[in-house]
């Protein structure tokens, strides 16, 4: 019976922790925001590479997020270093 309370308890950790939000965070620079790129005109570059913002925010782990489409029409969430703009994370839906 110890044995199965143990599993039982492992399993629930382990449950919490993969929903914590801790523990998805993608971190992207710790620089101050005052090296960071203008929002505004970062989004610009973006659309002019011929994606299509659906969604812009700055997230937790001071990164620049877009979700939104490629230029081919990828549906995408992309996580941007906002100090020199390379892409981090990337996720096509």
Not at 76 to 90: H, S
Request: charged share 15%; aromatic share 8%.
């Amino acid at each position: 019976m110890n044995i199965l309370k143990l599993a039982l308890t492992a399993a629930a950790v382990a449950t919490i922790a993969a929903c914590s939000p801790t523990a998805q965070l993608t971190q992207c620079t710790s620089a101050p925001m005052s090296e960071w790129q203008d929002q505004a005109q970062f989004q610009q570059n973006l659309v002019s590479e011929g994606y299509a913002i659906n969604e812009f925010k700055v997230t937790e782990g001071n990164c620049y997020e877009i979700y939104g489409t490629e230029a081919d029409g990828t549906k995408v969430e992309i996580y941007f270093n906002p100090v020199n703009g390379e892409v981090v994370k990337r996720e096509a839906h």
